[in-house]
């Protein structure tokens, strides 16, 4: 059986692998994590954040007030942007003087982002959880 560690290697390695992500989320709730429903959830809706090469790479979520800013990237911000209310669940990062970033959630991490997210989506009320869930597509 997998580790979390082999997990976690996996979705590095590989950060569009969908099924990679559905695979972790069934381990997660298997060993009652609360991070499962979230992985689900970033799986089906196709949500994964984007990436910035900068003095070090980061992986970063937007919600729609910082979208704008970064329409030029197209899809690839699309699919990291998060409704508000899950977004605002999200710890702030610390820029590099030590203040809380303003701005977007950045991770130098892609499972670390990730992780942020599945623990921020299991924070919201159940009904909004099925909610934003009754909006994906069947595949």
């Not at 290697?9 to 990679?20: D, G, S, Y």
């Not at 979520?61 to 998060?82: K, T, V």
């Amino acid at each position: 059986m997998p580790t979390e560690e082999e997990f976690k290697r996996q979705l590095n390695a590989t950060p569009m692998n969908w099924e990679a992500r559905l695979a972790f989320a069934d381990w997660l709730d298997a060993q009652g994590d609360p991070r499962g429903p979230g992985y689900r959830a970033l799986a089906h809706m196709r949500h994964h954040p984007a990436y910035f090469d900068r003095v070090q790479p980061l992986w970063v979520w937007m919600n729609g007030r910082w979208a704008p800013y970064y329409s030029f990237r197209g899809e690839e911000i699309s699919r990291a942007l998060l409704p508000d209310d899950w977004y605002d669940l999200i710890p702030r990062s610390q820029v590099p003087d030590g203040r809380t970033s303003e701005c977007a959630i950045e991770r130098t991490n892609f499972v670390d982002a990730l992780d942020d997210a599945a623990l921020a989506f299991a924070q919201l009320p159940a009904a909004r959880r099925a909610e934003l869930l009754a909006t994906v597509a069947p595949e």
